[in-house]
């Protein structure tokens, strides 16, 4: 009965994997749901699944390469590049059609992230600080 109009907002659904920038060698699958605030702006919620039971296990901004060369210089080690994620297919749009997802990441494969990871859930029960 109530409307939940960022829920309703979010028109984008990828799905990957995120390494934890202090520790390459640790991953996790990383269900992100988009909002587009702007054409080269979109805000990310990140969930361990797709499930109902899915744990809210961070945020992603994402914005366009023309916006990340504007970046102060302290602040553009904190963005990472989605070129590898798209071009290596780590990164998919699950249950669109081929067509749409190739057209969707050509414009993503340019742009830049800056996650913050809430709950560490492989180590972790809980999302301790």
Not at 57 to 77: D, F, N, Q, T, V
Request: with cysteine.
């Amino acid at each position: 009965m109530q409307r939940k109009y960022p829920m309703e907002a979010m028109s984008t659904y990828l799905n990957g994997f995120h390494h934890y920038a202090d520790d390459m060698g640790r991953q996790l699958e990383a269900s992100h749901f988009c909002i587009h605030l702007e054409h080269d702006l979109h805000q990310c919620v990140i969930f361990d699944s797709n499930r109902s039971d899915a744990r809210l296990i961070g945020i992603e901004y994402i914005i366009s390469a023309e916006r990340y060369e504007r970046l102060p210089e302290e602040e553009k080690p904190l963005w990472h590049s989605h070129h590898y994620e798209v071009k290596s297919g780590i990164l998919v749009a699950p249950g669109i059609p081929e067509l749409a997802e190739r057209s969707y990441f050509e414009d993503l494969v340019t742009t830049y992230g800056k996650t913050f990871h809430t709950w560490q859930i492989d180590r972790d029960d809980f999302p301790y600080v």
